[in-house]
Each structure stands twice: as structure tokens, then as C-alpha cells.
């Protein structure tokens, strides 16, 4: 027996054929039994302890002091600069990449074009962005910073120096600059099989 399912419809319908009714018919009728399916599909073992202590999860933890550096980064970006953290990081990215367009601006933020350009209305009330056509491609807009953001960016920069301090607190230099350097090798590490 095989079970179709079907998913979505025209041209673009996709369809999923599941066997696993005619694999588990042909194993017990073969006499392999329930013995043999199980010892067949299943999966190595592991350190049950390991894998839910979130403390010692290396991606929770990342995830977890970025979510947490990103907040402390908001709190004195907001009272000291009058600017979020993704506004920040807009005018940081301008200004390590220079001008470019929508997209490629979001997908530095890991936003949606849609979120980025909400993000850029504001920015350019404020007049910290100024959008112009692209020479190259008239259809599309380059995204540059104005003088009034080229001010505030040794600012932000202050604010993201003071929150490294907060984190890297009873780090030696020695083992915050090892820590860095680490940080730096798994980037490339994953950089290289997401970025290809």
C-alpha cells in the first residue's frame, strides 16, 4: 500500500509518496520482525544529559548572550544615542560595506526587504540615511549614510565598547582576545558551508 499526499496545487503541486506501509509489510512478512525495524532505524546514542542542559548547549548559549548583548546594546544605544539597535547596526553596515541597495541591506540584518524598507523610512525621516538612484541601474535605489549618521557611528561604536566590556567582565586581555579569535575561526568554519 503507498500513501499520496498532496501539497499545494497547479504547476507547482508537489507530491510526496510514503513506502514506509510496504517496507513494514515486507520486514514482518519476511519474519525480520519488530526487532530488526527498530535496531535498523535507530539512532546513535547520546549523552541524554548533555542534550538538555541548556548551560552547556554551545548554540543556546550563543544565541542566548547574543539575545542578551543585543538588549543591554538597546538600553544604551536608546538613552545615550536616541537609536535602536538594528538602526545602529543599518548605519554600521553602511559604513563597513558602503551604498547599497534594499536587499542586499537586508539581508545583512536578516530582515525581510518589506521590514528593511520600513527601517529605512525612518532612518531617512530621522536623516541619518539618504537613498539615490543607482547610476548603474536606474530602477533601483543605493542606500548610503548622511553626514548626521557618519557623526553618531564613533558614538555607537562607544556604546558597543561599553557593553563588550560588561560581558568580557573578570576576562583577562590574554583570554578575551583568545575568546575573539575563536569566535572569528567558528565564523569562518560556518561561513564557508552557508555562504557558498
Known amino acids: 500500500m503507498t ?3 498532496v501539497i499545494g496545487g497547479g504547476a507547482r503541486c508537489v ?3 510514503s513506502v514506509l506501509i510496504i517496507r513494514l509489510a515486507l520486514l514482518y512478512a519476511t519474519g525480520i520482525g519488530e526487532y530488526a525495524l527498530a535496531k535498523a532505524h535507530a539512532a546513535p546514542p547520546y549523552n541524554l544529559a548533555m542534550t538538555t542542559d541548556l548551560e552547556r548547549r554551545f548554540g543556546f548559549l550563543v544565541v542566548d548572550v547574543g539575545r542578551l548583548y543585543g538588549k543591554r546594546y538597546d538600553e544604551l544605544a536608546k538613552s545615550s544615542l536616541e537609536l535602536t539597535r538594528a538602526q545602529c547596526r543599518m548605519i554600521a553596515y553602511l559604513a563597513h560595506y558602503g551604498a547599497m541597495n534594499q536587499a542586499s541591506l537586508a539581508e545583512l540584518l536578516e530582515v525581510a526587504p518589506i521590514s528593511a524598507g520600513r527601517l529605512l523610512e525612518r532612518m531617512e525621516e530621522g536623516g541619518w540615511v539618504a537613498r539615490t538612484p543607482n547610476p548603474d541601474d536606474r530602477r533601483e535605489l543605493l542606500v548610503s549614510l548622511t553626514p548626521k549618521a557618519e557623526g553618531v557611528l564613533t558614538s555607537a561604536r562607544r556604546v558597543g565598547d561599553e557593553v563588550q566590556a560588561e560581558a568580557l567582565a573578570g576576562f583577562t586581555p590574554e583570554e578575551a582576545e583568545q575568546f575573539s579569535a ?3 575561526r567558528m565564523r569562518a568554519n560556518l561561513g564557508a558551508l552557508v555562504e557558498r
Open 3 to 5: 500513501a499520496v499526499i
Open 15 to 17: 507530491v510526496i509518496v
Open 182 to 184: 575563536m569566535l572569528q
